[in-house]
């Protein structure tokens, strides 16, 4: 949806929720500048302060660049005009979109923290599987040993299975 304000088009009109906060952050570009306000979830009002910032691309000791300014659309005519432009392209449906993409960042870093869990409790087992698959092998040729019968059965000799395991986890 192009929008327009002044004869220029707003650009990179983004939503991002904030959980902790319940609070959406609303940005664009407008005339080569960013700008953003924040939107409380369930609030009504237009909000009091619009942010205006300095494009990405200068530095702070660099010409043109300033610090971010506040700006109040209640008293200002064109700050009001962008953030009714602002909010007509981000709409509700990007804002359910914003919280949806965060509830689903959150359970994707739940995962990936019991993954993480899971992975050290198995590094943290692993000398001790070791130690016993070493053991099992060793039983198992002592048997093997002192009972010259052969196996019985179809299957493949447990020392066989053991050993396969302990080549891929020792060294």
């Given at each position: ?90 709409g509700s449906d990007r804002l359910e979109a914003a919280r949806l993409a965060y509830t689903e960042q959150l359970a994707a870093d739940a995962r990936a923290r019991a993954d993480a869990e899971q992975l050290e409790k198995v590094r943290n087992a692993a000398p001790d ?43």
């Open positions: 949806m192009a929008t327009f304000i002044d004869g220029e088009h707003i650009s990179n009109v983004e939503v991002e929720y904030y959980g902790p906060s319940d609070r959406y952050s609303i940005s664009c570009e407008h005339k080569g500048l960013r700008y953003h306000f924040w939107w409380s979830s369930g609030a009504t009002a237009i909000p009091a302060e619009l942010y205006k910032n300095p494009p990405l691309h200068l530095g702070p000791h660099e010409p043109g660049y300033f610090h971010t300014r506040c700006l109040r659309p209640l008293t200002s005519k064109p700050a009001l005009a962008l953030v009714h432009a602002m909010w007509s392209v981000a599987l070791l130690a016993a698959l070493r053991l099992a092998r060793e039983c198992i040729a002592y048997c093997r040993r002192a009972h010259k019968d052969p196996q019985s059965g179809d299957g493949i000799p447990a020392e066989v299975v053991i050993d396969a395991a302990l080549a891929k986890v020792a060294p």
